[in-house]
């Protein structure tokens, strides 16, 4: 089977699509073209997959990507057995082909609900974009194949779709969690805790206890962490392709998870929590639902208030003092991680869905 896995939104090195999705398509045997924006984000194609280079849609500048997007479908219809796409941008780049393959649209988030962590968006133009959202999703929902990545899309559907939740890769073993540092691994915004995070750092700096952080900031809040790192306060890693982020996991004191109370959080698993738990470390986690519900199952972490940075810096701190209850959570969590949230568990499910989507016998 030859797959053409498209976005333009996502860094090329995404951990869903790249290091989960695409990898398991390889591993099978299956052929990939992997159409992204690899020279916007400084990403070079892994040597696994044939890559093909878009531009990038970000904030308001997302119709050149598209139709980018849409020239390479069209030229590559006849030469792949299916369309596997990651944007609702590229929705329109598919629609109206004809003799199109079977296309499938990953639905990575709840699209109306982002909208109110676009600050590029004109707050008075939020409402008809929701509604058009709606209206794409259900077009969608009629004309292509859709995966969802969280049990919690489904009821924005009307008919159920396979589910291929956002697991992680567990390793066979983990170094307990050590007493001088924090770590938070991910998207970095003011709706995801970056303001606290700077914060936490300044209440832990006479602690000794250093706060790391891994992944892009958006433009909001490149200015805060670069003002933090001047001022010696945290360390700033920016993007690191996953699988070289998950290795400054191993042996931090614990992982943070800070997210604010916004709609498009309320429903979903902060996949950061999955990749602590992975690699054995205590996880600090604002009180959303699903990370909750995860942390009070396992026992694995500690739920702190709503952007309150002297309740994490306290949690940090209390674990730090007690080593034995700091290496139960984090022994509880990478049980739990290995036993339920193991990529491979669902990686072969995910590619038989596929497989049957594209007509392709085992």
């Known amino acids: 089977m030859h797959v053409l896995v498209m976005t333009v939104v996502h860094n090329p090195e995404d951990a869903r699509i790249l290091h989960r999705q695409i990898r398991a398509l ?11 924006a690899f020279t916007a984000f400084g990403v070079v194609p892994r040597p696994w997959v044939t890559g093909v280079d878009l531009p990038r849609a970000a904030q308001r500048n997302r119709i050149s990507a598209t139709w980018a997007a849409r ?11 299916l369309v596997l796409v990651h944007d609702p941008e590229l929705l329109f780049a598919v629609w109206g082909v004809r003799n ?6 990953d639905v990575h988030e709840d699209t109306p609900a982002t909208l109110s962590l676009k600050p590029w968006l004109p707050s008075a133009l939020r409402p008809p ?38 697991e992680t890769w567990v390793p066979d073993s983990v170094t307990p969690p050590g007493d ?20 936490v750092a300044k209440l832990l700096q006479p602690y000794r206890v250093a706060v790391e952080l891994i992944g892009y900031a958006d433009p909001q809040s490149r200015p805060v962490l670069n003002q933090a790192v001047t001022e010696g306060l945290l360390e700033w ?5 996953n699988d070289e982020a998950l290795k400054r996991l191993d042996g931090a004191l614990a992982g943070l998870s800070l997210l604010h109370d ?36 396992y026992d694995s972490g500690v739920v702190v208030p709503w952007q309150d940075p002297k309740a994490v810096a306290q949690a940090v701190l209390t674990l730090r003092d007690d080593v034995r209850e700091r290496r139960a959570q984090g022994a509880r969590g990478y049980a739990a991680a290995r036993a339920n949230h193991h990529w491979p568990n669902s990686a072969k499910r995910f590619v038989a869905q596929l497989e049957s989507w594209a007509g392709v016998k085992r």
């Open 26 to 36: 390889v591993d099978a045997g299956h052929e990939v073209t992997y159409a992204a």
């Open 71 to 81: 020239r390479v479908f069209k030229r590559m219809r006849d030469k792949v057995d």
């Open 100 to 105: 199109r393959p079977p296309v499938v649209w």
């Open 129 to 166: 974009v929701r509604f058009l959202a709606r209206l794409l999703e259900g077009t969608a929902e009629r004309h292509l194949h859709l995966m969802l990545a969280e049990t919690a899309y489904a009821g924005r559907f009307k008919h159920a779709h396979p589910i291929v939740p956002n």
């Open 180 to 199: 001088d540092r924090v770590v938070y691994l991910g998207w970095l915004s003011k709706a995801r805790g970056v303001i606290e995070a700077v914060e």
């Open 237 to 241: 890693r920016d993007f690191m392709p």
């Open 262 to 297: 916004e709609p498009n959080y309320r429903h979903s698993m902060p996949t950061k929590i999955v990749e602590y738990m992975a690699h054995g470390i205590p996880v600090i986690t604002t009180p959303s639902p699903r990370a909750v519900e995860l942390i009070e199952r």
